[in-house]
């Protein structure tokens, strides 16, 4: 699954995502109205789960893509917006919670004083634009707009010190693109190119909206400036690796590095004066950057920050700025055809402003304690089969089995919400100021995370709201993190057999488990540090099996010609077959009590292998598709069902598929 860390570099080590009356939904844990009996199981399994389900239920207007997940959302946000609603109207502590998310949201969800505010809100720092005289002077500025929860040029957070997993450093990084991906800036052929002049008509589309006359030109400089930033950059599969991000510098040294850009003068702005290194890594792109700072005329430079500053702004403006913005990265970067309502936009801005503040009230309605305890059984269930698949692999040597049995041992699981709730009480919120609030939660959390840099890992914050349909596993503090909305029905559910919820929600508990365990994951110790536990011999052999995994989806074309990145998405690829096998094997561990019996004319076997394949079931627009394979390190659905069980033996005997049928491979990838 994915994952949401602190921004990019916390997102790539955390490894690990209404169609109208006619379509069928089903909140239960398997639904047989979702099969498609006229596809084979042994020839498609994704479609054989779900034909019936794609058939009914069209991707909705608002959305570039629709699958389980999103019909969780769905119903997340119409309970969510109760609770904002009830807080909206509420009489309640000034300044507590309930009164800063009710006034947070009845801000946002106020269309008609935004659209009277124009874009008045962002005018003095049009003005501080605008007298600009010098590259130190915008050196100067990017440094002020991080401090304030802008970031801009480059990407910056704090995260746990990689060779000291007990403490939290800054990490700076690569960053400062308008596109998801470098590659985006780089790619030659015909489409990309369309894109790219496509991107450029949006910028000078949206400087207009901010009365810039030249904005035609200035769009030219801007990507002239992103480009020279993006063919400094490492690219995705690069950037999975977590040795990329380490690289330990001190403030002298990263003064030397960037002459035109103080590291000094950067943490003395964040109110750090105190800090002595951080991680400075990706030495190309600093030097690109610095170098811009020296060469790029000023006026180019004021040009990129109004943009940049336009672009993070648009969604909290009014409706000119809002439609723009959702014309270029809704409509021609997902095909997306309408613009979310304005009640679930401000539910999302909420959710991104006062999140756990929100998540509090939430848990409360969906999420009580025997829940709770219910998934933390589940979760020792897996460990266990996790533990004894490990102990029967004849390739590992048994001092790098020590090792995992020492990661497994310490492993983590939070389930269901935090325990200690995050305190808001120093965030300012006013009732009619919509953009200014995003700028105070924007500059709260800005500050939040600076006071963590040199300071103990708080190993009970979660970097997930419990209202998130999704799950994660942090390396570095060894732990897999399970939110209340992902363990409700149907990937969760009480009233379903075993087969199906350790289909279910089962092989997504395994997917986290296995991505302590995958190349990235594998590369940190049971104690989160970045060390190699691995005899030399075993991870030689670790690398050949997994390189037979990269081959597969290598050769997977989900749209034009474009294939599937073997090494891209490999780290959910292996997590996707190990957690499977792990719920399997959890799930037979389970029958010896209490045996599952056949239901709806399916054995506990084939109902295992439907739930899991239910559970992704997804349908995507062409223009979401090609995103997600370009730039995504996760394969798109289809093949996160069909890659797994054609791997099987298990599957391949559930469903009597032979030797050769395209679920049932001859070569089949075994790992763990």
Request: charged share 25%; aromatic share 10%; net charge negative.
């Amino acid at each position: 699954m994915p994952a949401g860390r602190i921004r990019v570099l916390a997102a790539a080590l955390a490894l690990g995502g209404f169609a109208g009356a006619q379509a069928h939904t089903n909140e239960r844990g398997l639904d047989p109205q979702n099969f498609d009996g006229s596809t084979p199981a042994c020839s498609d399994f994704f479609a054989h789960a779900n034909g019936g389900w794609l058939e009914s239920n069209p991707i909705p207007a608002e959305y570039s893509q629709w699958s389980l997940d999103d019909e969780l959302r769905e119903r997340n946000l119409a309970l969510l917006r109760g609770v904002l609603d009830d807080a909206a109207k509420a009489t309640g502590t000034p300044g507590g919670a309930t009164q800063k998310i009710g006034d947070f949201y009845a801000s946002a969800i106020d269309e008609a004083a935004v659209d009277a505010a124009g874009y008045t809100p962002i005018k003095p720092d049009l003005a501080r634009i605008a007298a600009l005289k010098s590259s130190a002077e915008v050196a100067a500025l990017v440094r002020e707009w991080h401090a304030q929860g802008v970031p801009v040029l480059f990407d910056f957070g704090p995260q746990a010190d990689m060779k000291d997993a007990n403490t939290m450093i800054g990490y700076a990084i690569q960053g400062g693109l308008g596109l998801p991906d470098r590659d985006y800036y780089t790619r030659t052929d015909a489409k990309s190119k369309d894109l790219l002049a496509k991107y450029r008509a949006h910028v000078a589309r949206m400087l207009k909206l901010v009365g810039d006359s030249n904005a035609d030109e200035e769009a030219g400089w801007i990507l002239a400036l992103e480009t020279s930033l993006a063919e400094a950059s490492l690219d995705r599969t690069a950037m999975r690796d977590p040795q990329s991000y380490y690289r330990i510098a001190t403030l002298a040294q990263a003064d030397a590095q960037t002459p035109h850009f103080s590291w000094t003068a950067f943490y003395k702005e964040l109110g750090r004066d105190d800090v002595k290194r951080f991680s400075l890594p990706h030495p190309k792109f600093f030097a690109a950057m610095d170098k811009a700072l020296a060469e790029v005329p000023v006026a180019h430079w004021q040009a990129y920050l109004r943009w940049h500053l336009v672009d993070f702004a648009a969604p909290a403006l009014a409706k000119d700025f809002v439609e723009a913005d959702f014309d270029f990265h809704g409509r021609t970067l997902r095909g997306t055809q309408e613009l979310k309502p304005r009640w679930k936009r401000a539910i999302d801005a909420t959710n991104e402003a006062l999140g756990f503040a929100v998540g509090e009230a939430y848990v409360a309605k969906v999420f009580p304690p025997e829940a709770k305890q219910r998934a933390q059984t589940l979760v020792k269930n897996l460990e266990v089969a996790l533990r004894a698949r490990l102990a029967k692999l004849e390739w590992m040597g048994e001092a790098t089995k020590k090792a995992a049995y020492a990661k497994l041992d310490t492993l983590v699981p939070k389930i269901g919400y935090p325990d200690v709730w995050r305190d808001y009480s120093a965030l300012q919120v006013r009732r009619g100021a919509y953009f200014d609030n995003v700028r105070a939660a924007a500059a709260f959390e800005a500050k939040r995370l600076a006071a963590k840099i040199d300071k103990p890992v708080d190993r009970s914050e979660w970097g997930m709201l419990p209202q998130t349909v999704n799950a994660y596993y942090d390396p570095q503090q060894n732990e897999i993190v399970f939110p209340a909305a992902q363990l409700l029905p149907p990937y969760f559910d009480a009233q379903m057999d075993d087969a199906v919820n350790y289909g279910g929600i089962g092989s997504v508990i395994g997917h986290e488990m296995l991505h302590g365990f995958d190349d990235e994951g594998s590369q940190f110790d049971a104690r989160g540090n970045l060390r190699d536990w691995w005899s030399k011999q075993d991870r030689t052999r670790f690398v050949a099996r997994t390189g037979k995994l990269v081959q597969q989806f290598d050769a997977f074309v989900p749209i034009d010609d474009l294939h599937i990145k073997g090494k891209l998405t490999l780290g959910e690829n292996i997590a996707d077959l190990g957690g499977l096998e792990v719920a399997w094997d959890a799930w037979k561990l389970s029958q010896q009590a209490k045996p599952d019996a056949e239901r709806d004319g399916l054995a506990p076997a084939q109902r295992f292998f439907l739930s899991f394949a239910q559970a992704w079931r997804t349908q995507q627009r062409p223009e979401a598709l090609r995103l997600q394979v370009q730039s995504n390190e996760h394969a798109p659905a289809k093949y996160r069902v069909n890659g797994p069980v054609s791997n099987m033996p298990a599957f391949a005997t559930a469903f009597s598929c032979k030797a050769g049928d395209p679920m049932a491979r001859m070569e089949r990838v075994d790992i763990w």
